[in-house]
């Protein structure tokens, strides 16, 4: 591509007002704040039964009351997902570099791939479960199948797109495939390879969720549907709000990793 | 750099003689590779070294799919029709929000995070709370998938409506053009493509969705035929309604690919 | 594919001696998606012949295959018909004594300027002993980065990126250097800058040089000789030998002489009915 003049990013420099850098933060949590209120106010003023619509206060009540229990089904939930997102991307990583280097294999495999990745893969957990059994290993195996998919993909469409002329350089230069991709293909990769991991990590939480959902005897997920039946409400959301840290803190993690690779990258 | 064309004006037909060539060259491998895996599955499942009872031969799930075919396909209704109902919903509601949000700053600045929240937390963690509020039937099951299948196509609005370039807008007000005129003449066509792909990620969830809510009350539809064979380890059912539900998946898919194709194809003729 | 080619061409080397020239192209032919409705003749049966230390240009309108015969030379597409060697061996595949500039400068994004020019030293797994590193850094210095060694590409203007190229493109001292329109990117002003920079770095290398652009001065400026290609399917038309001597200052592009020879070159190049 031909390069141009690139507009200077919009971030705020330093002789921005103090006031209008917080702006874009002030705002969201405002509004953040004010549901948290509104709903308190809503639960107090209609006088909500609490299996219904716990207010943010027992919820928050349920968190510490309960804190023991939570953080017993978290750590499951939290072992499984990491787990399985670790093999989801040795593995879609892995697969994506077998295949750039034969195009017969590619053309064979990639179809049928995409079409398995249109079908929802949740609807499988069942079937992990026949497999593998019950336990932490079925949750696993099911976090590494349904993330597999969207870093397979990036990390292939990465591959795939990088820059024609840096190929032909490194043929020109006689370089052998395996180098090609080493020095080349495999770093060009990396943005594409981050907005898998992206999806990926999400995936794999809900993977883990609906696994417990199903069965098991841990887990957030169980923790859920146990209280659910025991109309728990406010041990339900207590665990939701958990699993929202959790949501946050992995993506922010992968987030961080994406953030230093643009570095090195020199962005 | 000059080249300001709309999109849409992609080439996407060739050669009628070639188009069989092409297709050999793209069909021929997956389909060997399809079916070496089948041939492969079908002799290891007839030789004893997969277990039927874990994985049963090709021939035999074809076998029950047939003979099952129409308890099958009666589940299939509601797990069809409401994944339909749910992504309609998510999309109305979803492109409409998308919108509003995109013409005025202050509702972006306040809600945009929001959605972005809602898209990184685990969604389905939220399925039982719904069920407690909405009972435990069809709606439910709809109003859930709704829910999760809501914010990508908002997403997906949001961003379109960003990606003409600025140099049309510059174009549009020096044509003096109206807000709502070139809202139709250049956001639109723009955001076309992203709002499709939204709405297809967006099927996706909304048969999740649907799926799941089954899973959970364990009533009726697909969900509940795929969690009851697994129970009893009636793989063969299990795998038939897997295809079965994909099958679904890949109707609503094709409404969606049919219609982003029309609305394609008007915006070509114009 | 072009098996009988290689062979052919193998043949010819071992029979005819003395080859004519450093670079040598025999009735070259190149036919892309032969057999299909989308046949297309990108570059016509051709010959010529560059002889060592000699800079070429290749001049034609934009799509008439002369940046096809280019990679042809280089070794990155085969020939439909007729043969290529280079030093009297047949060229079938890319070899490390050619160096190529492309019309971007294709540089590595994550590495710094001095890496992006030691880079043929990693793709072609050689070791990058500190006289190559020293080399890197004096040739960089020339084409004026000074001071710019640290830097990714992201941070060079477009010229710079350009420098870098030109400068790892010599950094393995390549005996033959192959140039696809390496400047046209570029607006006129850095352009002639550039043209400048690689004037001076050929004078010092003095490398054999194939350079193709559909710019008529620029090619008049920096060339032994002028190769004027038709329209697709290309074929040379005209060839032309440049009198001036070395070094060349941006000054020659004033006299009449070189203004003629333009001239020349222009009524020899096929436009596009409109």
């Known amino acids: 591509m031909v390069s141009t003049a690139e507009a200077p990013p919009a971030i705020a420099t330093a002789d921005t007002p103090i006031l209008e850098r917080l702006r874009p933060l002030m705002l969201p949590t405002a509004f953040a704040a004010g549901v948290l209120l509104a709903w308190q106010a809503v639960v107090f003023v209609f006088d909500y039964p609490k299996v219904i619509l716990p207010a943010p206060s027992d919820i928050f009540a349920a968190l510490t009351g309960n804190f023991a229990e939570i953080w017993q089904h978290t750590v499951p939930t939290i072992r499984d997902t990491l787990a399985g997102f670790v093999l989801a991307a040795l593995f879609g990583v892995g697969f994506a570099s077998l295949l750039s280097f034969s195009k017969l294999l590619r053309d064979a495999i990639y179809p049928l791939i995409v079409v398995i990745q249109l079908v929802p893969k949740i609807a499988w957990t069942p079937l992990f479960i026949v497999w593998v059994g019950i336990g932490w290993q079925s949750h696993l195996t099911i976090a590494t199948f349904i993330g597999f998919f969207p870093i397979f993909i990036a990390m292939m469409a990465g591959l795939e797109s990088t820059d024609r002329s840096l190929v032909r350089l490194c043929q020109g230069l006689t370089a052998t495939p395996g180098r090609a991709f080493w020095l080349v293909r495999l770093p060009a990769s990396m943005p594409y390879l981050f907005a898998g991991l992206k999806i990926a990590i999400t995936l794999a939480v809900i993977g883990v969720i609906v696994a417990e959902f199903i069965s098991a005897s841990e887990g957030l997920g169980f923790l859920i549907l146990k209280s659910a039946a025991l109309l728990q409400t406010d041990v339900i959301f207590a665990a939701i709000t958990v699993l929202c840290v959790l949501g946050l803190v992995f993506y922010g993690a992968v987030h961080a990793g994406e953030i230093a690779v643009r570095k090195w990258r020199g962005e | 750099m000059t080249d300001l064309g709309l999109p849409f004006q992609r080439n996407l037909w060739l050669g009628i003689g070639d188009l069989g060539r092409d297709a050999a060259r793209l069909v021929v491998p997956p389909v060997a590779a399809a079916a070496l895996l089948f041939g492969g599955w079908e002799l290891l499942s007839r030789n004893g070294v997969l277990s039927a009872r874990l994985l049963p031969a090709p021939s035999k799930v074809f076998e029950t799919f047939v003979r099952s075919l129409g308890v099958l396909l009666d589940q299939a209704q509601p797990t069809f029709w409401g994944a339909l109902a749910g992504i309609l919903l998510a999309a109305l509601l979803g492109i409409a929000l998308g919108i509003a949000v995109s013409y005025s700053r202050a509702l972006m600045q306040a809600v945009y995070p929001t959605i972005v929240f809602f898209q990184l937390i685990p969604k389905v963690a939220l399925a039982p709370v719904f069920l407690l509020w909405f009972g435990t039937g069809f709606d439910a099951n709809v109003i859930f998938s709704v829910f999760i299948a809501f914010f990508p196509v908002v997403v997906a609005t949001i961003t379109g409506l960003q990606a003409a370039p600025p140099s049309y807008e510059r174009l549009c007000q020096a044509l003096m053009m109206s807000r709502f005129r070139m809202f139709l003449a250049v956001k639109l066509p723009f955001a076309l493509p992203h709002i499709f792909s939204g709405l297809r990620i967006g099927v996706t969830f909304a048969v999740i969705g649907v799926v799941l809510g089954e899973f959970i009350t364990a009533q009726t539809g697909l969900g509940y035929i795929i969690l009851f064979s697994a129970n009893n380890f009636e793989t063969a059912l299990l795998l038939s309604a897997i295809l079965l539900l994909c099958g679904v998946g890949m109707a609503l898919f094709s409404i969606f690919l049919a219609l982003e194709m029309i609305v394609t194809r008007f915006y070509d003729s114009r | ?274």
């Not at chain 3, 294709?106 to 880079?119: E, I």
């Not at chain 3, 990126?161 to 192959?178: G, K, N, S, W």
């Not at chain 3, 009449?256 to 070159?265: A, M, S």
């Open chain 3, 1 to 274: 594919m072009n098996a009988n080619a290689t062979l052919l061409a193998a043949a010819e080397v071992a029979s005819s001696a003395p080859s004519p020239g450093y670079v040598a192209i025999d009735q070259v032919r190149k036919i892309y998606n032969a057999g299909t409705r989308h046949q297309v003749e990108a570059v016509a049966p051709t010959s010529f012949s560059v002889k060592a230390g000699e800079f070429v240009s290749l001049l034609g309108p934009s799509g008439c295959g002369k940046s096809t015969l280019l990679m042809m030379i280089a070794g990155l597409e085969a020939p439909t018909q007729g043969s290529i060697s280079v030093a009297g061996r047949a060229m079938t595949s890319p070899r490390a004594e050619t160096g190529i500039m492309f019309q971007d400068p294709t540089l590595l994004p994550w590495k710094s300027a001095l890496d992006n020019v030691l880079f043929p030293f990693r793709a072609m797994n050689r070791p990058v002993e500190p006289e190559i590193v020293e080399r890197a850094s004096t040739l960089l210095d020339h084409v004026g980065l000074q001071g710019f060694h640290g830097h990714k590409p992201r941070q060079l203007s477009g010229g710079m990126r350009q420098r870098v190229a030109i400068c790892r493109a010599l950094v393995y001292e390549p005996d033959l250097l192959l140039m696809d329109e390496p400047f046209s990117a570029l607006d006129a002003i850095t352009r002639d800058e550039m043209n400048l920079v690689l004037m001076k770095m050929w004078e010092e290398h003095h490398r054999t040089a194939v350079f193709v652009t559909h710019s008529i001065r620029e090619a008049v400026f920096l060339s032994d000789r002028v190769l004027v290609m038709s329209r697709r399917p290309g074929r040379i038309i005209e060839d032309v030998r440049i009198p001036f001597s070395r070094p060349r200052g941006l000054e020659i592009g004033e006299t009449i002489e070189f203004n003629e020879i333009c001239g020349h070159l222009r009524s020899k190049i096929e436009h596009r009915p409109h």
